[in-house]
């Protein structure tokens, strides 16, 4: 079992940039691949980004590539997300999970954060 926290949400300006943090307070973090997803008011949990266990292999939603870098620190325990050229659309509350394997659907994840809440004004 494993607990995660995120931090580093708040209020940036269209194309600026935020760095979020997922840090597992518990648990065997390398043995978990982590997950970043968002949730806007009255949509639905979306994937964001992913990393492999190692670290060896990322994933990325469409609406984010280029603009998002997802990275590991296996010694420190946290998984950053780098958002860069935010745009209003990336407004939402923002998880991360861990999972036996890197993956795309929420349904893969068996832990999850708080979530943080992140801000884009136009």
């Known amino acids: 079992q494993v607990q995660l926290v995120e931090s580093g949400g708040g209020l940036a300006q269209a194309g600026g940039s935020l760095r979020l943090s997922c840090a597992a307070s518990?648990?065997?973090?390398?043995?978990?691949?982590i997950g970043w997803f968002r949730q806007a008011p009255g949509k639905e949990r979306e994937f964001v980004a992913a990393?492999?266990?190692?670290?060896?292999?990322?994933s990325y939603a469409d609406s984010v590539k280029g603009r998002f870098a997802i990275s590991r620190d296996n010694a420190k325990n946290t998984v950053p997300l780098q958002m860069n050229s935010l745009e209003s659309e990336d407004t939402a509350v923002y998880y991360c999970a861990a999972g036996l394997r890197k993956a795309t659907h929420f349904w893969d994840y068996d832990y999850w954060g708080q979530g943080t809440q992140v801000t884009v004004s136009s």
């Open positions: 518990s648990g065997t973090f390398s043995l978990y691949a």
């Open positions: 990393i492999s266990r190692s670290g060896g292999t990322t």
